[in-house]
């Protein structure tokens, strides 16, 4: 059973730069043929799409978000991480990552992390 | 952007009672279409694929149908677990997007 698991600071200075980890269990990151997305849910609000990563390394991005994304993969720790750079408060939310089985169907979530953007 | 509506946004029912809630999709996305349910404090789950394929563990009592942009998502029997927010999501294009959700309490 995959099981996905998100880790990183629960409090970000705004401008400051938000990083998160995802260690993926039950299974390697590589085998198959995953994405490997991040999705946020700002509290009480609905799902964004923050973008995905693929175990080749090729990334795709919301545009929305484009310019202060990066998405990176640690093969050799089952691992994927998100950088999202010059925070604000609209950027405070519970953070997700999971499994993309099927161009855009994903099918395991991580627990999700709250990361609140404050001075 | 491909846009997501839902109706309705929230609705009250019984245990027992047949349940349905439509996903509209700004332009047509073929059957690119999830459906996934949230409980408070919860990751989403996977429900419906490719708009009516049930995922494997999910009860046969959910059931999803639709193309184009017109999609259903029907719980047949509702029963108290199944009391959550269900939102629908478009894999036709980047970026995905979602729903803003439909909440279903109990009356």
């Known amino acids: 059973q995959v099981q996905l698991q998100e880790s990183g600071p629960g409090l970000v200075k705004p401008s400051q730069t938000l990083s998160l980890t995802c260690t993926v269990s039950?299974?390697?990151?590589?085998?198959?043929?995953?994405?490997w997305s991040w999705i946020r849910q700002p509290a009480g609000k609905g799902l964004e799409w923050i973008g995905r990563?693929?175990?080749?390394?090729?990334?795709n991005y919301n545009p929305s978000l484009k310019s202060r994304v990066t998405i990176s993969v640690d093969t050799s720790k089952n691992q994927f991480s998100l950088k999202l750079s010059s925070v604000t408060a609209a950027d405070t939310a519970v953070y997700y990552c999971a499994r993309d089985s099927l161009a855009g169907t994903y099918d395991y979530w991580g627990q999700g992390t709250l990361v609140t953007v404050s001075s | 952007d491909i846009q997501m509506t839902q109706s309705p946004s929230s609705l009250s029912a019984s245990v027992g009672d047949r349940v349905t809630i439509t996903c509209r999709a700004s332009q047509s996305i073929s059957s690119y279409l999830n459906w996934y349910q949230q409980k408070p404090g919860k990751a989403p789950k996977l429900l419906i694929y490719a708009a009516s394929s049930l995922q494997s563990g999910v009860p046969s009592r959910f059931s999803g149908s639709g193309s184009g942009t017109d999609f259903t998502l029907t719980i047949s029997s509702l029963q108290p677990e199944d009391f959550a927010t269900y939102y629908c999501q478009q894999s036709y294009s980047t970026p995905p997007t979602f729903g803003p959700g439909t909440k279903v309490d109990i009356k």
């Open positions: 990563i693929y175990t080749s390394g090729s990334t």
């Open positions: 039950g299974g390697s990151i590589s085998s198959g043929s995953y994405y």
